[in-house]
């Protein structure tokens, strides 16, 4: 797993650098681009990735006091602060499409619309492995400290967080 965050950590370094360059030329667009990002959309994602991590957090500690139902509990949780994340991320896509905003508008928004889909789709798979770890927690296959798989899928969960809160000031407010 460590390896696979290391790797997808690796896209996104990539996907910043280009962006944060592409930034440095093109200015004027990519603050006119942002001045049209609904920023308070970009906070409550910011707010329900954070929630969702301290719940996930909380069900590790939960795992590691042998306390299987109450962590799956949390991580459902979780997933439904990812809900809102969804919910919030696919508003604000349909709200810019409205106005006409797609990934062709111009290069600020290619690069918006490509970063924030590949990390949706990250927080998609999250929720997958949160699901998958949640059913084997429930069945009882994290016992005598055996949970090194329930720790790589909370791991992934974290990198998708970090993820974010990287991206939310460099897309939305820097």
């Given at each position: 797993?460590w390896?696979?965050?290391?790797?997808?950590?690796?896209?996104?370094?990539?996907?910043?650098?280009?962006?944060?360059?592409?930034e440095?030329?093109?200015?004027?667009?990519?603050s006119q681009?942002?001045?049209?990002?609904?920023?308070?959309?970009?906070?409550?994602?910011?707010?329900?990735?954070?929630?969702?991590?301290?719940?996930?957090?909380?069900?590790?500690?939960?795992?590691?006091?042998?306390?299987a139902?109450?962590?799956?509990?949390?991580?459902?949780?979780?997933?439904?602060?990812?809900?809102?994340?969804?919910?919030?991320k696919?508003?604000?896509y349909?709200?810019?499409?409205?106005?006409?905003?797609?990934?062709?508008?111009?290069?600020?928004?290619?690069?918006?619309?490509?970063i924030?889909?590949?990390?949706?789709?990250?927080?998609?798979?999250?929720?997958?492995?949160?699901?998958f770890?949640?059913?084997?927690?429930?069945?009882?296959?994290?016992?005598?400290?055996?949970?090194?798989?329930?720790?790589?899928?909370?791991?992934y969960?974290?990198?998708?967080?970090?993820?974010?809160?990287?991206?939310?000031?460099l897309?939305?407010?820097?």
């Amino acid at each position: 797993m460590w390896f696979f965050i290391l790797a997808e950590l690796t896209v996104f370094a990539i996907f910043f650098i280009g962006f944060s360059v592409s930034e440095q030329l093109n200015a004027e667009m990519f603050s006119q681009g942002k001045a049209q990002l609904h920023q308070t959309a970009g906070l409550i994602n910011t707010i329900a990735l954070i929630t969702s991590s301290f719940f996930v957090a909380i069900a590790l500690t939960k795992i590691h006091k042998a306390q299987a139902k109450q962590a799956v509990l949390l991580l459902l949780t979780a997933k439904a602060f990812a809900i809102i994340y969804i919910s919030v991320k696919i508003w604000e896509y349909l709200s810019l499409f409205e106005q006409g905003i797609t990934i062709e508008t111009n290069t600020f928004f290619t690069l918006y619309f490509l970063i924030t889909a590949f990390h949706l789709m990250h927080v998609l798979l999250g929720m997958v492995i949160l699901a998958f770890i949640a059913y084997s927690a429930w069945h009882g296959k994290y016992q005598n400290n055996e949970i090194s798989g329930f720790e790589a899928g909370t791991s992934y969960w974290h990198m998708v967080d970090l993820l974010w809160i990287i991206l939310f000031p460099l897309i939305y407010v820097i």
